[in-house]
């Protein structure tokens, strides 16, 4: 089965650290994100991917390679300019073929049952059919009304909170028939959530699937933090790798503690440092981050040779690349 991913955002509610990367390479438990929705693709018997990229696609050179060598396919296109997240898929036309597809949003972290998802759009001769999750305030999100049998009546954008008819919103992960690419302009700018998916609502072939799996949107420094902290709790559980428990840390390969520093809670990219009487406390460490002797940092997301130095403090903030920041 082949799988479309839409990695092609900017990422703007994630800057800084998006200025020098896609968001979909930004790591969760030290491991791109980008590598995990192919490990759970690979998991799902996927075995051909279609990336979509746009902002710096270059920087997926390597995690495609990678991926190659684990017997993943993955085929790169890059969107010259933004059409919209129905026109990217119409991008793609050519390399999906005839067979139904899975497609994903690339900054959504998930454990999902794939194929239960593909199970289930079979047995309702579904034409497209989305997941949907339980949030606690769905007024920040549109809804998803359905019938019992999970026809989708429509979609309701952002309702007040006790007007909402239901708290399940769209997870950014669906089963589509190869028809759906056929609705969709070429060349042109066209909305999924406010063309296509209306389109196929109307004709009565558009399903969805209530699961209860992990499921977190990275797009913001905040969510990006918790998924991390998820990880390490074993909320989400990163495939091979040991929850080592809530207020333990993830360490990659050459990332160094100083025995006198209290750090709890934390993931370490490769050759980050916590020189001695340092405290870090629910913090990533993006690789050659250095914490200085007797600093503070909590809450907080230091980008890729980061310099906090000695006796300084950092709070629920997210540091670009390459900064330094004194008392």
């Not at 968001?23 to 791109?32: D, F, Q, R, V």
């Not at 809804?143 to 708290?167: C, H, M, S, W, Y």
């Not at 406010?194 to 699961?211: G, N, Q, S």
Request: glycine residues 8%; charged residues 25%.
């Amino acid at each position: 089965m082949k799988a479309l991913i839409l990695a092609g955002g900017f990422g703007t509610r994630l800057r800084p650290l998006t200025l020098t990367r896609p968001k979909h390479l930004l790591p969760i438990a030290n491991i791109p994100h980008i590598e995990l929705v192919f490990d759970l693709l690979q998991r799902h018997e996927v075995d051909e991917v279609v990336l979509l990229t746009s902002y710096l696609a270059e920087a997926f050179d390597t995690t495609v390679v990678r991926a190659g060598r684990r017997g993943l396919k993955v085929e790169v296109t890059h969107e010259e300019a933004p059409l919209g997240t129905a026109g990217a898929l119409g991008n793609a036309r050519a390399l999906i073929g005839d067979d139904t597809f899975l497609a994903l949003n690339g900054d959504v972290l998930t454990d999902v049952d794939l194929g239960a998802v593909v199970d289930f759009h079979a047995a309702r001769g579904a034409e497209a059919t989305l997941v949907l999750t339980p949030v606690p305030d769905p007024s920040a999100f549109g809804v998803v009304p359905t019938e019992p049998d999970g026809r989708v009546l429509g979609f309701i954008e952002k309702p007040p909170r006790d007007e909402a008819p239901t708290n399940l919103i769209n997870a950014g992960v669906y089963v589509f028939e190869p028809s759906v690419l056929e609705r969709i302009p070429e060349g042109l700018v066209y909305s999924a959530e406010r063309e296509l998916f209306p389109e196929i609502v109307a004709d009565k072939t558009m399903y969805a699937l209530a699961c209860d799996a992990y499921w977190m949107d990275i797009g913001t420094p905040e969510k990006f933090l918790q998924a991390n902290m998820d990880a390490l709790a074993g909320r989400y559980r990163v495939a091979g790798l040991q929850a080592p428990g809530a207020d333990q840390n993830f360490l990659a390969e050459g990332a160094q503690v100083d025995a006198s520093a209290r750090v709890s809670s934390s993931c370490l990219g490769r050759g980050a440092r916590i020189e001695a009487d340092a405290t870090v406390e629910r913090t990533v460490l993006l690789p050659g981050a250095l914490v200085e002797r007797g600093a503070t940092v909590r809450d907080a997301t230091l980008g890729e040779n980061v310099i906090v130095a000695a006796e300084a403090e950092v709070r629920a903030v997210a540091v670009a690349d390459g900064q330094r920041i004194d008392i």
